[in-house]
Structure formats: C-alpha cells, structure tokens
C-alpha cells in the first residue's frame, strides 16, 4: 500500500481507455476529411493511392508501456476495444502472452529476428515479425519451410530514419529474390519518421519516398497489404501520413510528443500516470547553509527544507537538480540541492504547515498544481518517453482510486 512506500506511481486506467476512445475519434473524423486518397509529387508527376477504409489504432506498449506497466496497460487497452499491440523485443512479446492467455490480441515486435531460434520463438508465441533486410527474407523463408508452417510478417521501409528497413535502392534487388508462394503471410508495409515532431517538410517526403516505394513492390508483384508511417507526433503534425493504421504509445498515455502540448487533440488527453513522493523529515536551517551534496544550494533565507522519499536510484533524473517544481499540499515548490540517489528536498519555507507524512506530487496534479513530464522533460532537453521508462523497479505501482 501507499503507506509503506516513500514513493509510487498511481496509474489510472479509466484516463488510458479515455485517451484510447479520444485517438480513435481524432482518427476517424481525419479519415472521413481526407476521402482515403494521397497524393504526392514525384518530379512531374503526381501518384495517387487509395489509402481505403481501414484505419488500425495500433497501441505500442514496449519498454513496459513506457513505464506504466505492459501487462496491466495492455489489459486496459484491451477492455477498451484495442487488438493490436506493438512492442520492441521478443522478450516484451512473450511476457505479454504470458501474462494474458486469457485473451486473443495480435502482436508485433519492431526488432527484427536475427537467428532461427528467434523466428521460431516467434512462431510459438504467435508474434508477428520485422522482415527489414534481404537476409533476413531469406532466413524468414528458411525457418517457415523448415516449420512447415506460414510466418506472419511484416516489411519494414528506411526512408530516413537509417535505423531498420530496406532502403529504396534495395527494392529492386528484394523484388529478385522475392517469391509470391513463399511461406509467408505478409501482414503490412511500413517506416519510421525521424523528425515529425520537428521538421513536417522532412517528414512530408518520408511518406513520399515511403509510397513511392510500396508502389514500386506492388509492380513488382509484392501483395496489396495494410500500410502504415504514423506515430503520435506524425499523426498529429503530418494528417496525410494516416494510412490504414497508426502506431500509438505517448497519445495512449495522455502525454503530448515534443513541442506539441498546443495541439488540440492533446488537451483533450489525461494522464494515464502520477508520481508521489512521502515527506520523510522537516528542518529548518540558517541562511547560508548549504543543502544536499556539493552544498550546489545555499539558502539565502532561513529555510525549511522537506525531504522527500525519492531519488535517482527510483528514476528521478539528478539532472534536474536545483530546476524542477514539485506540488506539495497545493502549491509548487522547487526541489534545492543535489538530487541524491534514495532522497532529494524542497523549499518548503512557504508552507509552514508541511509536516512528515506529507505526499508531494513529482508528476501529475495536486489541488490547483500540476507538474506534467512533458515540463521536465523539457527542463532536460530531452522526451517525455525517457523520464518515464527510467522510472525504477522499486518504485511502487498503485491503479489510481476513483480515477484520481
């Protein structure tokens, strides 16, 4: 229970199935705006592609659902009406199988197997596979006759991000080696942007290359399959890269990609998550004294310092030492002193009434204060997926009461 932890997350699973039903909203009415159809300019001419009616929420719930715990989230995603689930390893894939037999749900992993072990773990655990090199066709082709069975697999596409994916100069030489009767039943076409946060232009000839590419395939008589560029941050900066599915994960967890807090679609979200911390000891010390290691603070008033429960050992980054606000009975509060690893403090000098036993708020809301991630990250330079997949396994994991 909260009681006996210094700090913990509540995760609130009626904001996550919100969220779900706020995306798939945002989704369907693009889709009905846009007809279906893309255009995109290619030297002098114009291809059209009929994207068609499908258009797949696919919730990505790796790195333990960005730190809201795979299993339950995926639970709750899957009482809201989602059937599709993207995670990074095989690992993640076959813990949520694992965790959940109760429930049929289909699953892809965004690493590509590299042995035949893990193709045919794969098959075992009914996860769906990234083909994103030549060779690694031929050993998909490989272990599905070595298995006597059909593989479910999809292609992935490097149109600039230069991670995974065949390149558009390797098309030709895939479309060689390609047989259509191969045992393999292929589940849909896709990329990864690289700056759809940042750069739209950039992002907007992604998807040029990227269709421009599945049409190439198609020529060469690669099947009709489900295609798909989007994550968050493209769907909401780049509406022409919905196609027949979106690839979803920080809009599920109520946080809003980088740069992007202004969108519409984001303040209609709630975060799925908030982070707690007990008030552990409070002292007051003399102007001039310094707090935590490196004395890094020295008060410049006689201060109340309130130490909290919490620190970078629990995920709570120390670079954020001397910046961050923290909600404490109402009113945000800044954190002085080093960041150490089990602890750090706040000026609590203006909430004389703050006493041991206290619950501070690190992230989500308290009364009229909020500290949402996506400030720190900010602070930090960084993405709000970072500081919340750093969170720490002795952190204390609590489903929220009454969805607060």
């Known amino acids: ?241 919905l196609l027949n599915a979106v690839r979803c994960g920080l809009l599920l967890y109520g946080i809003a990609p980088t740069g992007l807090e202004a969108h519409p679609l984001c303040a209609q979200l709630r975060p799925a998550l908030s982070w707690r911390a007990r008030v552990i000891s409070v002292r007051t010390i003399p102007k001039g004294q310094g707090v935590s290691y490196g004395a890094r603070f020295r008060a410049a008033r006689p201060t109340r310092v309130a130490t909290l429960g919490v620190g970078y050992a629990d995920g709570y980054p120390i670079r954020l030492t001397n910046r961050a606000p923290i909600a404490l009975r109402g009113k945000l509060v800044p954190q002085i002193g080093r960041v150490c690893m089990d602890m750090l403090m706040v000026d609590a000098t203006d909430l004389p009434e703050v006493q041991v036993g206290d619950v501070a708020t690190l992230v989500g809301q308290d009364g009229a204060a909020c500290v949402r991630v996506e400030t720190l990250a900010r602070l930090l330079e960084t993405t709000p997926h970072e500081l919340t997949t750093r969170l720490g396994k002795r952190v204390a994991r609590f489903p929220a009461r009454n969805g607060v």
């Open 1 to 241: 229970m909260e009681r006996s932890a210094s700090n913990w997350l509540e995760l609130d699973w009626d904001a996550l199935q919100h969220n779900v039903r706020v995306v798939q909203e945002y989704i369907g009415a693009l889709a009905h705006t846009r007809k279906h159809v893309v255009q995109v300019q290619h030297n002098i001419y114009v291809v059209q592609y009929n994207i068609g009616a499908e258009h797949t929420l696919w919730a990505v719930v790796k790195a333990d659902a960005y730190g809201h715990g795979a299993v339950q989230a995926t639970d709750a995603l899957l009482q809201a009406g989602v059937t599709h689930f993207i995670v990074a390893s095989l690992a993640e894939a076959v813990e949520l199988r694992e965790a959940l037999p109760q429930h049929a749900f289909r699953l892809m992993t965004l690493y590509p197997p590299t042995t035949p072990d893990e193709w045919r773990a794969a098959a075992e655990y009914a996860v769906e596979s990234v083909i994103d090199s030549l060779e690694g066709y031929a050993q998909a082709c490989e272990t599905a006759q070595q298995l006597g069975r059909a593989l479910p697999v999809h292609l992935e596409l490097d149109t600039g991000m230069s991670r995974l994916g065949l390149t558009p100069k390797e098309i030709p030489k895939f479309l060689e080696q390609f047989r259509a009767d191969a045992p393999l039943i292929w589940q849909s076409v896709f990329t990864h942007f690289a700056c759809a946060e940042s750069d739209p232009e950039f992002t907007r000839e992604q998807l040029r290359l990227f269709l421009e590419s599945v049409r190439r395939l198609r020529l060469g008589a690669f099947p009709k399959t489900p295609v798909h560029a989007a994550a968050s941050a493209g769907l909401l900066t780049v509406p022409d890269s």
